[in-house]
Each structure stands twice: as structure tokens, then as C-alpha cells.
């Protein structure tokens, strides 16, 4: 019953839901032999963009459009880095020299499959010059080549039978990982340029996960002996059992994110410092997606998953 629910979500495109009833037993027995690429909801978040040189308002806009797309599949399902050195030899008057320089290439690892809203491109003016906002939200999936498909959702309860895509201010962030293979993971939470995180009171290495399992995470002990997730042959880990809470900035909708870092091999969280008010772990945004990049180049098979969370002030009435 539990593995049925965790393929409705990924299914839900492809079937309508009375034909999926049909097929269930089918696909849970082929589950084990088969590799699904799940289309997910992407969200670039509102962003803004300055108007780009030498094009027309026609050409900007459907720029920014593809800019706005780009981010948003960069939101979920991050960057591919792919570093080498190049060797070339001159000729100085019969003297060989050799230079070497560093080429460096990013890809986007997701594929674009439609767009599901568009706010903008709308044109204003800022100190004199032409900026766009914009907002793009679609619908995409992980690019097929990827050699690792991980798995997480924010989840409603202990369980993990619903997935979710946004939460309101005070909710608590509950989410569902598994990975195909044997390997570690750290969490973090992302949100205003501050990363946390999101392991209970220390920094030690990444935690090692069973190729395969389901974990549920965020979740006191009490409320998983209560769930009887041990039952559902669910996974815990107790580095990532304690109440994590959103809020929403100022009383407005904000775009957050979750991220898993993951590696077949352990690794060391990056260099964080400890908030005395907050009592937790953070850096800053930028440091943490130069950590992430420095592991790819020298990590075999390190990435990150990330999972957009949309978060809405508390209803008024």
C-alpha cells in the first residue's frame, strides 16, 4: 500500500487515476527492475532581470522567458559543473612554451517539458534602465542520462503518502529520500540568501543511507513510534528527527528550498557558523553553492537534489 503511494505522484501524468488502479499490482511487482523520470512543478520564484544588450523588445523578453526557465530548473534540480585543463603550445622563435588554462562548463540537469504559468515578462524602469520581472512556473523532469535519480518530497505527515508543494507560516517541513544506491546525504534548508543546517546539534560527516530504503525525516521519536512507519518498513534517521518550522517573511509569499547533498562516498559538511539566537548551523548562500561546486569537480558522482517550497503567510480572517 505505502509503495503504490509512492508511485501516484509520479504515475499521475501518465494514467488517469481509475486506470492506475488497475495496473497497480502490476507496476509494484515491476517497481524493483524499473527507473521512472517523474515530471515535477518548477518555479523560477519572481526574478528580475536587467533588459539585455543589442536585441529587441520582442527578442529580450522571450530571453528573459528562457532565462526565468533556466532558474527554475536550477531551483530543483541543480547544476551539472564539469571542470578540465587545456594545454596549448606556442612558438616564440623556435621556443616551445606551454599555457594551460582552466575551462569550465555548466549545465542545467533537468529537462523542460511545459509551462504551466507565466507572469511577465513586464518591463520597468530602475536608475535610468529597462529591467524585466518575471515568473515562471512548468512542469519538467530530470535529465534521462542522469546516472542517479534521487527521490524527496515534502510530505504532510510521518507517513509520506501526500506530497506537498507549498506550506503556510508556522507548518513543519517533513520530507520523504531515497536513493537507488548505497551512499551519504546532509540536508539543508535554503531560504533569503541564508542556508541552514538542518542536522539535530552537531556537523559531523554526511549520514550513510541503504540504496532503496525509504527514510522519513523531521519527525520526534514519540510521532514515529505513534505512525507505526517501522511497520510501512520505513527509514529514520535520528541526525534528522527534530521540528523544523517555515515562516513567511514580513506576511508575504516567499519561495524557499530544500536541498540533499549526496555522494556514493562520505563528505564533510561545509564550513558553517553557529547562530546563538536561532540555534543552528548556517552560511551563507553563495558560499554554500561554491561548497557544492568544489565537491562536484572533486567528489565521484556528487550532487544535490533540490526541492522548491513555497511558503504563504497565515490566512486572516
Not at 481509475?18 to 523520470?37: A, E, K, M, Y
Not at 541503504?210 to 541526525?239: K, M
Request: hydrophobic share 40%; proline share 3%; aromatic share 12%.
Amino acid at each position: 500500500m505505502y509503495l503504490a503511494g509512492l508511485l501516484v505522484p509520479m504515475l499521475r501524468s501518465f494514467f488517469h487515476t481509475s486506470i492506475f488502479c488497475g495496473f497497480s499490482l502490476l507496476v509494484l511487482l515491476l517497481w524493483p527492475n524499473r527507473t521512472v523520470v517523474a515530471q515535477r512543478t518548477v518555479d523560477s520564484g519572481v526574478l528580475e532581470i536587467a533588459f539585455p544588450d543589442g536585441r529587441t523588445l520582442a527578442e529580450a523578453e522571450q530571453w528573459v522567458l528562457q532565462q526565468a526557465r533556466i532558474e527554475a530548473l536550477k531551483n530543483t534540480f541543480g547544476m551539472r559543473i564539469q571542470s578540465e585543463t587545456v594545454q596549448a603550445q606556442a612558438d616564440f622563435n623556435g621556443q616551445v612554451e606551454d599555457a594551460f588554462s582552466e575551462l569550465t562548463v555548466e549545465q542545467v540537469k533537468g529537462e523542460w517539458m511545459e509551462d504551466k504559468s507565466i507572469d511577465g515578462p513586464h518591463k520597468f524602469c530602475r536608475d535610468g534602465e529597462f529591467w524585466f520581472r518575471v515568473q515562471v512556473v512548468g512542469k519538467a523532469r530530470r535529465n534521462k542520462e542522469e546516472e542517479l535519480d534521487l527521490e524527496m518530497a515534502l510530505v504532510r505527515d510521518v507517513q509520506g503518502r501526500e506530497e506537498l508543494e507549498t506550506l503556510s507560516d508556522g507548518d513543519r517541513v517533513r520530507l520523504r529520500f531515497k536513493s537507488p544506491v548505497d551512499g551519504h546525504v546532509m540536508f539543508f534548508f535554503i531560504e533569503d540568501g541564508v542556508v541552514y543546517d538542518l542536522t539535530l546539534g552537531n556537523t559531523d560527516m554526511a549520514t550513510s543511507v541503504d540504496g532503496r530504503q525509504v527514510y522519513s525525516l523531521f519527525s520526534t521519536e514519540s510521532e514515529w513510534l505513534a505512525s507505526n512507519a517501522e511497520v510501512l518498513s520505513l527509514g529514520r534517521i535520528p541526525r534528522y528527527s527534530f521540528d523544523f518550522y517555515v515562516s513567511s517573511k514580513e506576511g508575504k509569499e516567499s519561495l524557499a528550498m530544500v536541498v540533499a547533498a549526496f555522494a556514493r562516498s562520505p563528505f564533510a559538511p561545509p564550513s558553517l557558523e553557529f547562530d546563538e539566537s536561532d540555534r543552528v548551523w548556517t552560511m551563507g548562500e553563495e558560499d554554500f553553492e561554491r561548497w557544492v561546486k568544489q565537491n562536484m569537480n572533486r567528489i565521484e558522482l556528487f550532487q544535490v537534489e533540490r526541492q522548491a517550497v513555497r511558503i504563504r503567510p497565515k490566512q486572516r480572517y
